[in-house]
C-alpha cells in the first residue's frame, strides 16, 4: 500500500495485445491491492486525479461525467418515467449514481459494488460520486451475482438495469456469462430497459470492442446480441478521451423495443443536453454493418 506522492513519472495502460495504449506523465497518489483487485490512484496536472483498476483507466476528473452523463440521462430520460427505480450493477467511483440522483422522479437508487475500497478511495481522491446519504441512494457492498439471485427470488424490478463494469479481467468476470445476464434480464420491470457498454475501435480487419481484447473472449454486447436474451437492441454512442480509441457505444436491451432517441425534456448537464441525446443515435455505417444493427 502507497500513501506517499511520488514524482511525476511516465504511466503506460496495459494494452492486451493490442499494440496501441494510452500513456501519461503521473504522480502517483495511492496504490493498494485489494481483495478483488489492484487499485491505484494518479494525479495528472491538466486532467486531475485519475482511478487505475488493474491497469485499466476508469475514470479521470477530467471527463468522467461524459461516460455517467450519457449512461443514466439517456435511459431515464429517453422515455416518460414517474416512481423510478435503477439498479447499478458496479460503479464503484460513484458517478452513475450522482446523475441518476439528479431527477426527482427517481425515487430509488441501488448501487450494488463489490469492493469497499473503490467506493471509499474514489470518494477520499476523486469525490465525483453521488450522495451515498440520500434516502433515496441503496448502496450494497456485495457480489452482483448474489444480489441478482436473491432479488430474483424476491420478485423485484426495475425500470433501468445500468451494467456498469470494470474489464472482464478481475471482479467482474465471472458477470460476463450467459448464466448472469439471463438472471438480469429477470429483473427488468415490463416497460424497463437495460443499458450496457464498451470501448470500440476500428482496425483494417473491422470493429473490435476493448472488452473482448482485454479479456480474451466475448463481452456482454456480443452475447446480448447472440442469444437476445431480451428481443430488441438500440445502440447510441459518444466520445470519451481517456477510453481505448475514444468511441464509446451504449447497448440499450428492452423487451418492448420503445426508441431511447428523443428526449422528454430539455434538462442540460455538462455534457449532456436534448440535442446530445438525439444525436447520439446517428451512427457511422460500418458500425451498423459491423453490429448488425
Given at each position: ?37 489492484l ?69 430509488q437508487?441501488?448501487?450494488v ?16 460520486n ?84 482485454s ?25 470519451i ?47 451498423k ?5
Amino acid at each position: 500500500m502507497s500513501k506517499k506522492p511520488q514524482l511525476p513519472k511516465w504511466w503506460r495502460e496495459r494494452d492486451d495485445g493490442i499494440g496501441c495504449a494510452l500513456s501519461l506523465e503521473m504522480t502517483l497518489l495511492h496504490r493498494e491491492q485489494s481483495p478483488f483487485q489492484l487499485i491505484e490512484i494518479y494525479d495528472h496536472p491538466a486532467f486531475g486525479r485519475v482511478l487505475v483498476l488493474d491497469g485499466y483507466i476508469q475514470a479521470t476528473e477530467a471527463d468522467e461525467f461524459i461516460y455517467h452523463e450519457m449512461a443514466m440521462h439517456v435511459p431515464l430520460l429517453g422515455r416518460n418515467r414517474a416512481e423510478t427505480s435503477v439498479l447499478i450493477i458496479g460503479g464503484g467511483e460513484g458517478g452513475a449514481l450522482r446523475e441518476a440522483l439528479k431527477h426527482d422522479f427517481v425515487r430509488q437508487v441501488t448501487m450494488v459494488e463489490i469492493d469497499r475500497r473503490v467506493v471509499d478511495l474514489s470518494a477520499e481522491y476523486l469525490g465525483v460520486n453521488g450522495n451515498y446519504s440520500d434516502p433515496r441512494a441503496n448502496l450494497m457492498i456485495e457480489n452482483a451475482a448474489d444480489f441478482v439471485d436473491r432479488e430474483v427470488e424476491n420478485g423485484t424490478h426495475f425500470d433501468v438495469i445500468l451494467l456498469d463494469l470494470t474489464e472482464p479481467v478481475g471482479p467482474s468476470a465471472g458477470l460476463f456469462t450467459k448464466g448472469f445476464c439471463t438472471q438480469v434480464v429477470k429483473l427488468l420491470a415490463e416497460n424497463g430497459v437495460i443499458i450496457d457498454s464498451d470501448s470500440m475501435f476500428l482496425s483494417k480487419e473491422g470493429g473490435h470492442f476493448l472488452q473482448e481484447q482485454s479479456g480474451d473472449g466475448e463481452n456482454l454486447v456480443s452475447l446480448m446480441l447472440r442469444e437476445r436474451l431480451l428481443p430488441h437492441v438500440e445502440m447510441y454512442r459518444t466520445n470519451i478521451p481517456f477510453f481505448p480509441g475514444a468511441d464509446f457505444g451504449f447497448f440499450a436491451y428492452s423487451k418492448n423495443g420503445d426508441s431511447l432517441s428523443e428526449p422528454t425534456n430539455n434538462y442540460e448537464g455538462r455534457h449532456y443536453n436534448a440535442a446530445i441525446h438525439r444525436a447520439a443515435f446517428a451512427l457511422p455505417g460500418w458500425q451498423k454493418k459491423w453490429l448488425g444493427l
